[in-house]
């Protein structure tokens, strides 16, 4: 499986001839609300001229569920899949035109093109937010999603996760980085892979200083151990 970082919580996933796009934020659209979220990181546009065909979003918050951002991607004739959580999937769909908008609430399996996509547990502050795991029958990745060290997902997690993908800032109901650390252990996985870092702010993701950590660049293939 490919994945590429997009910045922030944003991933592209590559497999089975499918494109997975997760809660790209591709504009500038928080700094307009709170100006000291600006971007460190200019937009990639030629982002957009990918043909993705699922777009999984975790949460209603700006940074994750972009209007600006996904008009451009919806902006299409071609029908994608868009699966998102309740609050966040009540908004999605006020973005329109024929696209298939699925409730993605924890539990919930959805099965696309070999890949299958199973929504768990997130602690935060959208009460519906979830994390996924992607299983397309090779890896297992385990996007958290934004979320709070929580001893009850690890319940709705299996035993064999190759790769987790997880937040490190520490403010906004995130993971800070020693819990990030905890959490990542815990999991199991075999690679840690920090994320929700260096578009707001100035953090030091080699803190992160785990031995199966990928520390990811921004629009560059994570290259997993």
């Given at each position: ?108 399996v959805w099965t696309q093109n ?74 199991g996985a075999k690679n840690a ?33």
């Amino acid at each position: 499986m490919k994945i590429t970082w997009l910045g922030q919580a944003g991933l592209l996933f590559e497999s089975n001839g499918i494109k997975l796009i997760a809660d790209p934020y591709l504009s500038d659209s928080v700094e307009k609300i709170n100006p000291q979220n600006f971007r460190r990181v200019p937009v990639k546009e030629e982002l957009f001229g990918e043909d993705i065909d699922i777009i999984v979003i975790t949460h209603n918050h700006l940074d994750h569920l972009d209007p600006k951002t996904l008009e451009r991607f919806l902006n299409t004739d071609r029908v994608l899949t868009v699966l998102a959580p309740y609050y966040a999937w009540q908004e999605v769909r006020k973005l329109g035109r024929n696209h298939n908008y699925v409730m993605f609430n924890r539990g919930t399996v959805w099965t696309q093109n070999g890949i299958t996509l199973t929504a768990v547990k997130a602690e935060h502050s959208d009460l519906t937010a979830i994390g996924f795991i992607v299983d397309d029958s090779q890896e297992k990745l385990y996007i958290t999603g934004d979320t709070l060290y929580n001893k009850d997902i690890f319940a709705d997690l299996t035993q064999d996760i190759d790769t987790v993908f997880l937040p490190i800032n520490g403010v906004g109901n995130n993971m800070n980085i020693n819990d990030a650390k905890r959490f990542a252990v815990k999991t199991g996985a075999k690679n840690a892979v920090p994320v929700h870092w260096g578009m707001f702010d100035e953090l030091d993701p080699t803190e992160f200083d785990l031995e199966n950590a990928v520390i990811p660049t921004i629009y560059e293939e994570v290259k997993l151990k």
